[in-house]
């Protein structure tokens, strides 16, 4: 078997001596300290790599990725992202963006078992049940599945204002906006679904944190 990963390693050495060839000081600065403005919370899918699709460079993005963009409450590895994200680089915006096509999201409407990512998508199921009537009410398939995508961003938006992290931030009186985007993987057009979330006001009283 050739070995595909070497055209990796040889691109990551050309990489290098391009940018030192428009800025010799360019990995100086960026060993230095970073200071990223956004959080993106996007799907793993390699279509949608985040830096590449909004035109950002290294340094410009905080980065957390998982199966279908999710912002589960038990989820560790997400939870310390964010807290790093909001409370320690003091990011002003943070950015949900899923994206048309997501397996996951298609996998989720589907009744088979697909083994232990069924213990993952069950949370996007509950997201189809919160919109259940939306949903049985678009008959073609591949619509029903794009807003899904749609609505499923939506409420990581929302799962994401009722953190306690989100939410001592905004008591702060931290600047912190939440966004919710869907790519679009035929036009490579990234859609914002306007759900822009500034504060607890925002959010069911249920889940307002004193
Ligand atoms: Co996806």
Redesign the pocket.
Known sequence: MEKSYHKLLDNNKKWVADQLSIDPTYFDKLAQSQHPEYLWIG???SR?PANQITGTQPGDVFVHRN???MVIHSDMNMLSVLSYAVEVLKVKHIIVC??YG????MAAMENKQFGLIDNWLRHIKDVYRLHYKELNSIQDKKQKADRLVELNVIEQVQDLGKTSIVQNAWKREQPLHLHGWVYDVKDGLIKDLDVNFKGTDDLHSVFHLD
């Open positions: 799907c793993s899918d949608v199966i279908a963009n899923g994206h997501c397996g996951g999201v």
